[in-house]
């Protein structure tokens, strides 16, 4: 295969419907890089061939194309990786999917996301608290994430609550402090979900 950076935006976008997985991720990064919103339909076709699989394991294929649609952020690609998510996702898939989803900020919808906050996988739980607020999930439910056993879902839990305007009681040390001033300083601390897994300001392990 040519050097991809060489290769021009059709060129590039068109290697998508032969790709190999040992390909696919130089692939994906250069059409991240160069912000090609004309690949969100390939990348889409990309993930229906492997309908079906990454049943025990993501494939690289279905890492790629998730990732490279929450890099892209356009209303396209947003709306693509929404509808991936709502349609059959496979297990193995779920926490990468939902770090895209939480990079992005998708609003999902209540019957999604609450199930996925008591999810086996650390960082697919903590991506769903990220998601927690659009998909209008009540506070309640939020609260018991302050008292989860791992440390960045409790902090995710406390971020999320106070950017609803509800910060933990009792001087939780995973919330935010009172004196940090208010519903502004929380919307800069929302927590989003990075490449390689859980927001880097939850110091948390993605794995």
Known sequence: M?????????????????????????????????????????????????????????????IAVLETLAQLDSPEARA?????????????????????????????????????????????????????????IPAERLRIGLFHRTPEIRRTAAIVLAHRGNPPHGGDRAGPSRRSGGKEDAARRTPTVSRGGVDPRLGGNPG
């Open 2 to 62: 040519p050097q991809v950076d060489t290769l021009d935006d059709e060129t590039l976008i068109a290697l998508l419907g032969e790709v190999g997985p040992s390909e696919v991720r130089g692939i994906c990064s250069e059409i991240a890089a160069r912000s090609l919103e004309g690949a969100v339909l390939a990348l889409e076709a990309l993930w229906r061939r492997f309908t079906g699989f990454g049943i025990e394991k993501p494939l690289a294929e279905q």
């Open 80 to 136: 693509t990786l929404r509808r991936i998510l709502l349609r059959n996702l496979p297990a193995s898939t779920f926490p990468v999917a939902l770090q895209a989803a939480a990079r992005t900020g998708l609003a999902l919808p209540t019957w999604f996301v609450a199930p996925l906050l008591d999810h086996a996988d650390a960082a697919a739980r903590c991506s769903a608290f990220a998601l927690a607020d659009k998909a209008r």
